[in-house]
């Protein structure tokens, strides 16, 4: 049961302008959603977090949308630098309870920026 | 500030014998967890520790298990290894909070099982 979708296996940009990865997820329970950068062997690098409490989260070039509603949430990038090339994850958590450390991990997109 | 760190970076075991990961949270940090990368899975959790006490367990077999000193660094111990086992191991370190709090993440250890 995949619990965090990302539909996207794949995304190219033009350098400079805006990368939107997208992420749905099924469990009403989430209620903290990250979204980390992670390159080929390498941990995952975290970017950018956002509590269900809020529906925008700003962070330099890096924003996140949560649309509770709807269960989706989006990163934009402004503007795409060929730095940003790698592959995107996002999670989500639930806050205490059995959940403590768990992150659910989407299966990733992969971001080329062209230079 | 150093950040989360994981020895040893790559491993080659046979089938059939037993490795010890470890993981150094970042300072200040009680909470540690591990998950397992694999291309078919992607990113799976594996168990969280918090003040040397697993707090939750992933679906993975009983071969599977950890342990938290009481310095916050980890051990992950895989025994009777498949080749099924071969992933990228990773742990990541928290402030382990009840709200939601980041997790960083190590570089991983890369275990290949022949």
């Known amino acids: 049961d995949q619990q965090v979708k990302q539909n996207s296996p794949s995304l190219s940009v033009q350098e400079g302008r805006i990368s939107i990865l997208n992420c749905d997820y099924t469990n009403s329970m989430f209620d903290y959603f990250l979204w980390y950068k992670k390159y080929p062997a390498e941990g995952p690098t975290f970017l950018i977090s956002?509590?269900?409490?809020?529906d925008k989260n700003e962070d330099g070039r890096f924003t996140v949308f949560l649309n509770k509603s709807a269960k989706h949430l989006s990163l934009h990038i402004v503007p795409s630098q060929p730095g940003d090339s790698a592959v995107y994850f996002c999670a989500a958590s639930v806050a205490g309870g059995t959940s403590y450390g768990k992150l659910t991990f989407g299966q990733g997109t992969i971001l080329t920026v062209h230079p | 500030k150093a950040g989360v760190t994981q020895t040893p970076r790559y491993l080659i075991k046979t089938r059939g014998q037993q490795v010890t990961l470890s993981c150094s949270p970042i300072s200040g940090h009680r909470s540690v967890s591990w998950y397992q990368q694999t291309p078919g899975q992607g990113l799976q959790f594996l168990f969280e520790y918090f003040s040397e006490t697993q707090r939750n367990k992933g679906n993975f077999p009983g071969r599977f298990s950890g342990r938290q000193f009481s310095n916050s660094r980890s051990e992950m111990n895989v025994s009777t290894l498949e080749l099924g086992d071969s992933a990228l191991y990773l742990c990541a370190s928290s402030l382990g909070q009840a709200k939601g709090t980041e997790a960083f993440f190590g570089q991983g250890t890369r275990l290949t099982v022949v």
């Open positions: 956002i509590s269900s409490i809020k």
